[in-house]
């Protein structure tokens, strides 16, 4: 990891009788180590001048936690493209050898019930980038995230604001295999690498005029959390039926450095499936525990066969987190200035709900090599979002 940090701490003062501005260079030691301490560092220390200094410093550090849970969450519980059942074989009597089970390659991420077939082993890997620009709704690159404001009653603007710009990307490259145990029971496990880059800065405006207050850039790479995962089919009717799994999240992520959760999670699932000879569709849905916030998660998918080779895939994956957490403007009396409102950033404990849309296709591309290439667009504003997030995977199947 390699952080750079530099900065200019100001203080501004105001009074709504006040023209004037007093601009005070402030020095600070640059002893940030971590990801999460730089993003700490770019939200504490406001200069807007509130009246409640503990107030500002317990609403900064509750916007930071939330930002840094929002990260944690996202790469912690990050879909993985699995290997699991592009390919499913089936022991055919008749023929005394293992028959594809479906034409039909699966979805990416939502599972379906059919497994893979005794002794099929798979192995994959895929990339996949996102560039974060919002955050609840509110803009995360164009400088208009309001930290902290002062402004006069009836007035429609803030004659003092502060406000963040933030930049965070990551590329993710992850690894998996797959075996099936029986022809029933499959087990597999991923482990993604992570590059996590965060830029942002901090600009106090007092009545159109902007003063830098402080910059940061920041990266850390590294194995983030492991996933390990067990499905068992216990009905089967052709490509239909339904199959139970379990997931483990193991902590072997950084979480000082958002590459991980820090804690062990848990998902238990139900799969179902109904698969005809070109459209199929499928469900799940789990409960995590012990991930920090408890939450219910599902998707849907619809697979249609467009060739030998090709499956075109169209899925819904959602979540809904019961302490996923929530920004919100304080607005408060100016505890010392008769007619001023402060308006402070800050963090909420609360049920959240997010949605997102998958499209895209898995096509055969020779022998057992399966290609894969989707797009992930979110529909809620909830959370951390990126405006489309493209993966693309590579599979190879072994086997008997």
Known sequence: MRIRVRFAMCLATATAAATMVLLSPVPASAQQQTISDVLS??????????????????????????????????????????????????????LGANVRSSDS??????????????????????????????????????????????QLDGDAQPFDVETLTLRIQTRTTTFSAHVGLTDRLDLSAAVPFITLSLSGNRVDTFKGTAFPQASA?????????????????????????LSLAADVHAPTGDAANLLGTGKTAFTPWVIGSLEGDRIGWHSEVGYTTGSGSNELDYSSAIT???????????????RRLQSGGQLVDAVEPHPGLVGVETIRLTGTTQSTSRVSVVAGI????????????????????????????PTMTFDYALGR
């Open 41 to 94: 560092f770019l939200l504490v220390n406001r200069s807007v001048s509130t009246g409640d200094f503990a107030g500002d410093q317990v609403a900064a550090q509750d916007v930071s936690n939330a930002i840094a849970g929002f990260l944690r969450s996202e790469l912690g519980t990050l879909p993985i493209n699995s290997p699991a059942t592009g390919f499913s074989y089936r022991l055919d009597p008749a």
């Open 105 to 150: 390659f699966g979805p990416f991420f939502t599972e379906r019930s059919l497994t893979s077939g005794k002794h099929q082993l798979a192995i994959a890997v895929s990339y996949t980038q996102a560039m974060f620009d919002n955050i609840d709704g509110r803009k995360l690159r164009n400088g208009t995230l309001v930290s902290t404001a002062s």
């Open 217 to 241: 850039v920041a990266s850390a790479s590294g194995v983030g959390d492991t996933i390990v995962r067990a499905k068992y089919n216990f009905i089967r009717r052709g490509a239909s039926g």
């Open 304 to 318: 249609a066969v467009a060739g030998r080779r090709v499956t075109i895939v169209a899925e819904v994956i959602g």
């Open 362 to 389: 898995r096509w055969n591309i020779a022998s057992r090599w399966l290609w894969s290439l989707n797009a992930i667009q979110p529909v809620t504003t909830a959370g951390l979002n990126a405006h489309w997030v």
